[in-house]
């Protein structure tokens, strides 16, 4: 290496460097400058870039590499990546990809490492803070907000917690008021596990009521602070506290007005020789009160009810009156033109008769329905049964495709008229319906040897619709029920069934496994 060929070796800085390949450079040369050992640099290096003041230089003392000002770190075949400090900031540049920062935690933090920006937990949580106070933290449901989430002033269209899909719901402050607005189709629901109360803003925790949905309970609306409106069991109430309380429906003194004093009736008045009506559109009538006249209600326009100067009247069509007039203790329905053979009584206790509520054949002279004193229904017809086995049936067959029944060979209890014979055989284990009617079935079965697949009704001898249950491989125990209209004299037994190979089965005998409830329904 020749003086023009090295010009200038200063401080381990090589500036200018032009050594060919054939040459060699004599270490000892130059070993007070930049001595190498072994080809390790020994001393500070530093390497000039071809712009002023972008050098880069290890420190060895410090054991730094240092970048100055815009020199840069270039990571990727076509520089995708850089890492610099410009004078002011340093910058991460990722270019158009993707920029990825791996690592199971990831913290940002102040420069003293004492304030808290960021925390990323690895399969946890990312949390965000303020004046290294946790605020915002996402959760396995959602997010998690600590102190107050701020929105500017804006409009349903802009500034706004939207929610929704299609951001059908708005809650928002326009500068003067404040928001809720639903803009979808549906209904806006408003739940509360207990009451709802809307409430006027006093500044701290105790709100002027406004409006009170009690839970399972009133509504109640509040003037000034005091209820004066308040949903019961039996309607609304309306209460200003003061000597009356009044409804007014128009401000025109001549308009109707609903008005209540303490101790006195209430009052609908119309205008003097007017009537009050009651209609659901300007064209449909409701309830018609003819001044001098008759009180009509209609349904669907038509008239149904009038009072007359008789009493009242029932009108189906307008051309078919029925009666109702108050005897003593009886109440009684004439159909148009009268005659026994033409009504029906309610009775009360009259003469000494102890049926407090009756429905009377006035042509046969008999009850169609009673209900005594004591609340029990003595007419019409009634009927329940409940059989059982008193020991097991044995060699039962349950694999034919219909199945032979099962034998109840006892009567726990059989609720009739006095006057009706057992509706049950228990040599057959049939049940003869007395009259005709809808019956409620109800059985089950225990088989000792094997599991049940299905079981069924037979009604006189045939497989029953609709009582097909399938049990799986759940149990021994089988259950079935039905409700179906039997006509007087048809009989009705109880098939389980158990598939193929189960010709000789044990049916167990205990009253909590083994039986058949049938009741007459009407």
């Known amino acids: ?117 960021l925390r990323c937990n690895h399969d946890g949580s990312v949390d965000l803070y303020h004046d290294n106070s946790k605020k915002f933290a996402t959760t396995s449901t959602g997010v998690a907000v600590t102190g107050e989430v701020t929105i500017p002033d804006g409009s349903a269209t802009g500034n706004r917690l939207a929610i929704g899909n299609s951001q059908d719901l708005a809650l928002y402050h326009n500068g003067s008021n404040s928001f809720i607005a639903d803009r979808g189709t549906g209904p806006l629901y408003i739940r509360g596990n207990n009451a709802v109360r809307i409430e006027s803003w006093t500044g701290d925790a105790s709100g002027e009521a406004m409006v009170i949905a009690n839970s399972d309970g009133a509504v109640e609306l509040y003037h000034n602070g005091t209820k004066t409106f308040e949903t019961t069991n039996e309607g609304a109430t309306f209460d200003t506290g003061s000597s009356s309380c009044v409804v007014r429906l128009n401000s025109n003194t001549d308009a109707v007005s609903l008005f209540q004093a303490f101790n006195n009736d209430l009052t609908i008045k119309a205008a003097s020789g007017g009537g009050v009506f009651i209609n659901a559109n300007s064209s449909e009538s409701a309830i018609h009160c003819i001044a001098n006249g008759a009180v009509e209600l209609y349904h669907d326009n038509v008239k149904r009810f009038e009072t007359t100067g008789n009493g009242a009247k029932i009108v189906n069509g307008g051309t078919k009156p029925f009666t109702i007039s108050a005897g003593e203790a009886e109440v009684v329905l004439v159909s148009s033109g009268g005659g026994s053979d033409k009504e029906w009584r309610v009775m009360g206790s009259t003469g000494g008769n102890t049926h407090r509520f009756r429905v009377y054949d006035g042509v046969a002279g008999a009850d169609r329905f009673n209900i005594d004193t004591n609340g029990f229904c003595i007419q019409p017809f009634k009927y329940q049964l409940i059989v059982q086995r008193s020991g097991n049936q044995t060699g039962y067959d349950a694999q034919g495709s219909f199945g032979t029944g099962i034998i109840f060979n006892s009567i726990a209890s059989e609720q009739k008229a006095s006057s009706l014979s057992s509706c049950f055989d228990t040599s057959t284990g049939l049940f003869t319906a007395p009259i005709e009617g809808i019956y409620f079935l109800e059985a089950s079965a225990y088989s000792v040897d094997t599991q049940f697949t299905q079981a069924w009704f037979a009604i006189s001898g045939s497989r029953s619709v609709y009582s097909d249950w399938v049990m799986g491989d759940s149990g021994n125990i089988v259950n079935c029920n039905n409700m179906v209209k039997l006509s007087a004299s048809a009989t009705v037994g109880f098939h389980p069934h158990g598939g193929g190979g189960q010709s000789s089965q044990t049916i167990n005998v205990s009253g909590n496994h083994t039986w058949m409830r049938i009741t007459f329904i009407g």
Not at 91 to 98: E, F, H, P
């Open 1 to 117: 290496m020749s003086q023009t060929e090295v010009q200038l070796i200063k401080d381990a800085v090589i500036v200018n460097a032009d050594i060919s390949n054939s040459a060699a450079i004599d270490v000892s040369k130059i070993s007070g400058a930049m001595p190498l050992t072994g080809g390790t640099f020994t001393n500070d290096v530093t390497f000039d870039g071809a712009t002023a003041g972008r050098d880069i230089l290890f420190d060895r003392s410090n054991n730094f590499l240092k970048f100055k000002d815009n020199a840069k770190i270039s990571l990727g075949t076509d520089d995708d990546a850089n890492l610099y400090f410009d004078g002011t900031n340093p910058i991460l540049y990722a270019g158009t990809g993707t920029l990825r920062i791996v690592a199971d935690n990831i913290h940002l933090e102040a420069g003293d490492f004492g304030d808290e920006f």
